[in-house]
């Protein structure tokens, strides 16, 4: 399988080719889940360290199942309560990680390129778990696997991403990904939510919900990020959730058989009616969650083979 990089930080960094090693691997992985074993030995003698300097209830709990699942003996630190707290740098936390000889670096930060930076200065491989506004990887790759394993297919398909795209780093890793694999991306929502440059973006943009889902095969609705709105981006969660809130009657605007996608945590009543969330027929949702541990598996199982290849043919020193 094809896979050449030391960590996981992004989506623009992948080929189409490495993106589906990655998928393939997590299907596997999928099946293995579903079993009563459901435990391997990829990590085997390996140690995974998750530092999450924002709350995570979801991908940190994810990581530390994907961990465990592969036999890895996983620490996740209290970045809340650490020393960072107390005015300890990046690089000093990096300089005490090494002292811990980690394998696996699992890292969730408030700013972007921060897990740029500690790749930079950790012995170990390092995924991102979501900076800033920059990337959050894995959430694409298994909004991917679940895409996959509902239409049959990754190309070609027109796909809606719909609400605040500003603040969403789930957006911008999902555009990269889904342009890669030759996919029609929209973006839907207000004005205000919209980055700064998107006409540069490669996507088409809607500011009408009936005009941005007509004909789509996938939509996936974003979260309302109050924790990074500092104005006032929406007139009111109820006026939002007319305009631009998924209910059955906008969700009849797109194709019959298409799905309905949320990262996670949801609004309901912001930005999902609850029936349409839990409406098995179109939601995807749940098995977004189960696809999470799978694809976190495969990613850290493909970093562990470059990492254990790369230090078998590191020099020997006397």
């Excluded at 293995?32 to 390996?46: P, Q």
């Excluded at 500690?118 to 900076?131: P, Q």
């Excluded at 030759?182 to 919900?209: C, F, K, Q, S």
Aim: glycine content about 8%; aromatic content about 4%.
């Amino acid at each position: 399988m094809t896979f050449r990089h030391k960590h996981l930080l992004g989506i623009e960094p992948l080929h189409p080719e490495e993106i589906g090693t990655v998928l393939d691997l997590a299907d596997r992985y999928a099946e293995m889940n579903r079993r009563e074993n459901k435990h391997g030995d990829a990590l085997a003698g390996m140690t995974q360290v998750n530092m999450f300097f924002e709350n995570s209830t979801r991908t940190q709990s994810s990581f530390e199942l994907a961990g465990k699942r592969l036999g890895a003996d996983v620490m996740s630190m209290s970045m809340q309560t650490s020393s960072v707290k107390k005015g300890e740098t990046l690089i000093d936390t990096a300089v005490t990680l090494n002292a811990m000889h980690p394998d696996l670096l699992v890292v969730r930060h408030p700013h972007s390129g921060a897990v740029d930076l500690l790749s930079e200065k950790v012995n170990c491989a390092v995924l991102n778990a979501g900076d800033g506004r920059h990337e959050h990887p894995t959430q694409a790759l298994l909004d991917a696997l679940t895409i996959r394993r509902a239409k049959g297919r990754l190309h070609r398909l027109n796909i809606a991403i719909c609400g605040d795209i500003a603040h969403s780093r789930v957006a911008r890793s999902n555009i990269l990904l889904l342009h890669k694999m030759e996919n029609r991306v929209r973006l839907v929502g207000p004005p205000t939510l919209m980055p700064a440059g998107v006409a540069d973006w490669g996507v088409e943009i809607y500011h009408d919900m009936r005009e941005g889902l007509a004909d789509c095969d996938v939509v996936m609705m974003l979260r309302l990020q109050r924790e990074r709105m500092d104005g006032g981006f929406i007139p009111s969660e109820r006026e939002y959730f007319h305009r631009f809130g998924l209910d059955a009657e906008k969700l009849g605007y797109a194709r019959p058989d298409a799905i309905v996608m949320h990262p996670g945590p949801m609004n309901r009543g912001v930005e999902i009616d609850g029936l349409i969330a839990d409406d098995l027929t179109r939601s995807v949702i749940r098995e977004q969650v189960e696809m999470g541990v799978a694809v976190r598996m495969a990613a850290m199982d493909l970093l562990a083979r470059n990492l254990r290849a790369g230090r078998a043919a590191a020099p020997v020193l006397a």
